[in-house]
């Protein structure tokens, strides 16, 4: 699978927002959208840490952990939190 395929893929089983998981992934929401329209990646670095996590994202929803239930104030702390602890 390619790494924009995983990102998109954990934006997807996760129901996450592209702007909640850009900041997940500690990028901008224009990276992230460049990135997913086929666009050269600047900087490999960013890259890793984003495909990282969403390794994360994916490993947590498949432990039942995400998404989360509607309703959370703030959606990308809890999400952090949880991911925290999983090893990708």
Same mark, same amino acid.
């Given at each position: 699978?390619?790494?924009?395929?995983?990102?998109?893929?954990?934006?997807?089983?996760?129901?996450?927002?592209?702007?909640?998981?850009?900041?997940?992934?500690?990028?901008?929401?224009?990276?992230?959208?460049?990135? =997913?329209?086929?666009? #050269?990646?600047? $900087?490999?670095?960013?890259?890793?840490?984003?495909?990282?996590?969403? &390794?994360? %994202?994916?490993?947590?929803?498949?432990?039942? =952990?995400?998404?989360? #239930?509607?309703? $959370?104030?703030?959606?990308?702390?809890?999400?952090?939190?949880?991911? &925290?602890? %999983?090893?990708?």
């Amino acid at each position: 699978m390619k790494n924009v395929e995983l990102l998109q893929k954990a934006i997807d089983v996760a129901r996450l927002t592209r702007e909640e998981a850009a900041e997940i992934m500690n990028i901008t929401r224009n990276t992230l959208y460049r990135w =997913l329209t086929g666009k #050269p990646v600047r $900087y490999r670095l960013s890259e890793q840490f984003a495909v990282f996590q969403a &390794k994360k %994202i994916i490993k947590a929803v498949e432990l039942g =952990l995400l998404p989360l #239930p509607p309703g $959370y104030v703030d959606k990308v702390h809890e999400i952090n939190n949880i991911i &925290k602890g %999983i090893k990708a």
